[in-house]
Nanobody, 124 residues
Framework: QVQLVESGGGLVQPGGSLRLSCAAS????????MGWFRQVPGKEREFVAA????????FDADSVKGRFTISREKSRNMVYLLMDSLKPGDTPGYYC?????????????????WGQGTQVTVSS
């Protein structure tokens, strides 16, 4: 059973930075992509960034382009989201997800496995 565990969330002032981590375990099949989504309670999960696991090709949402960077350490099955120039609007829960079948990197429904999430609060 695939398990994804996020860490690194917390309280940060506007303009600050955080790095989120996602540790993956229990994999027994090919991984297509790893992604980060965020969600405000009562709203749908919003795509933030994704990366093809094999090639490292990345995809970013327009709202975070130039501020957030997704990266990975294949040998450790780790995925990271470096978030710079944080704004109050970046404040929901952040979720790591794994896509192991065909689908869209941008769509939450394409990802079969999810972590529990880590909360990010951007406030002065």
């Amino acid at each position: 059973q695939v398990q994804l565990v996020e860490s690194g969330g917390g309280l940060v002032q506007p303009g600050g930075s955080l790095r989120l981590s996602c540790a993956a375990s229990g994999r027994t099949f090919i991984v297509y992509s790893m992604g980060w989504f965020r969600q405000v309670p009562g709203k749908e999960r919003e795509f933030v960034a994704a990366m093809y696991w094999t090639t490292g090709t990345t995809f970013d949402a327009d709202s975070v382009k130039g501020r957030f960077t997704i990266s990975r350490e294949k040998s450790r099955n780790m995925v990271y989201l470096l978030m710079d120039s944080l704004k109050p609007g970046d404040t929901p829960g952040y979720y790591c997800a794994e896509r192991s079948a065909s689908g869209s990197n941008y769509t939450a429904g394409s990802y079969a496995y999810w972590g529990q999430g880590t909360q990010v609060t951007v406030s002065s």
